[in-house]
């Protein structure tokens, strides 16, 4: 076997599991979509953190996850995992590049992603400005007018963000009013660059080599085009679960089911963090599942 057990996440879930297992002595590999760390690295702060009542720069505490998972001797790769394969006593998982690993254990860890707009020119212009990273990304757009899509607290965190560098930020919502907490709300009628436009949808990027502008329909049909540099989407999330419909018994919403111990139907596959059916999300509650995990895994390694 390859390896003892296989990691697809680097997010709080994931990397605990991975620390937990490496400092077993068991070989641990940790595969990653994109940044080590995970959504975390894009959260301005992290509430009640390490402890009730304190709070913690999400990019310093992905920053020392990653720094124990380096330590405890985890391997870690970037790669995009497409398949899953189960068999008596291994399991395989395959890359997008091709590449294939064997381990006994398998944690699944890669949360949720932000769920697309889903219209022409997002897919063309990503890397042109889509932004995905207001924190990383923002001084990029100095002085310059962007978008950001969703109104939710997210949404609405990303673009306060942004109008500390940007001449402007639209602020576009599909509902009739936007869903963020009324504290996040009252910053942005503070706060004069951000335009907030509720009961508009979003129906097209515009730009050649780079975003030049979004095309915007109103509820009566009419369009708009707003001249924008950037755009960053936040109109939701859905599980990273695309590669496991058919392998694993997902719930309703996507979510990988499992039992107490964090097990999958499948012996030796495991699910944790956002990713799992009736998590309850956050970072505190993330670290525990990675734990919890990482105990039950050790028990079917011995076993």
Wanted: glycine share 10%.
């Amino acid at each position: 076997m390859e390896y003892d057990a296989i990691v697809i996440g680097a997010g709080p879930a994931g990397l605990t599991a991975a620390v937990e297992l490496a400092c077993a002595t068991h070989r641990v590999l940790v595969l990653e979509a994109e940044s080590f760390g995970g959504a975390i690295l894009n959260v301005e702060w992290i509430q009640d953190y390490p402890r009730p009542g304190e709070k913690m720069a999400g990019a310093m505490l992905a920053s020392e996850l990653v720094d124990r998972a380096q330590a405890a001797g985890v391997e870690m790769q970037v790669a995009q995992v497409s398949e899953v394969e189960f068999y008596s006593g291994c399991i395989s998982v395959t890359r997008a590049d091709g590449a294939a690993h064997t381990s006994s254990v398998l944690v699944l860890a890669a949360g949720l992603r932000s769920r697309s707009l889903g219209v022409p020119g997002e897919a063309r212009l990503q890397g042109k400005g889509m932004i995905h990273c207001a924190m990383c990304d923002a001084g990029l757009y100095r002085d310059r007018v962007v978008a950001v899509c969703g109104a939710g607290d997210a949404g609405v965190i990303e673009a306060l963000y942004l109008a500390r560098f940007c001449s402007k930020v639209h602020l576009l919502e599909k509902s009739a009013a936007p869903s963020a907490k009324a504290s996040l709300l009252q910053e942005v009628m503070k706060e004069p660059k951000i335009e907030l436009r509720c009961g508009v949808k979003p129906v097209e990027v515009v730009g050649d080599d780079s975003v030049t502008g979004i095309v915007i329909e109103q509820a009566d049909g009419r369009r708009e085009e707003l001249d924008v540099y950037g755009v960053l989407v936040h109109v939701g999330y859905e599980p990273a679960t695309n590669y496991l419909h058919g392998a694993l018994s997902l719930d309703a919403s996507n979510r990988v089911i499992v039992n107490e111990s964090l097990e999958t139907g499948v012996p030796g596959v495991f699910a944790v963090g956002d990713l799992r059916s009736g998590s309850p999300r956050g970072v505190v509650a993330a670290i525990a599942d990675g734990k919890a995990a990482a105990r039950a895994a050790r028990e079917f390694l011995r076993a």
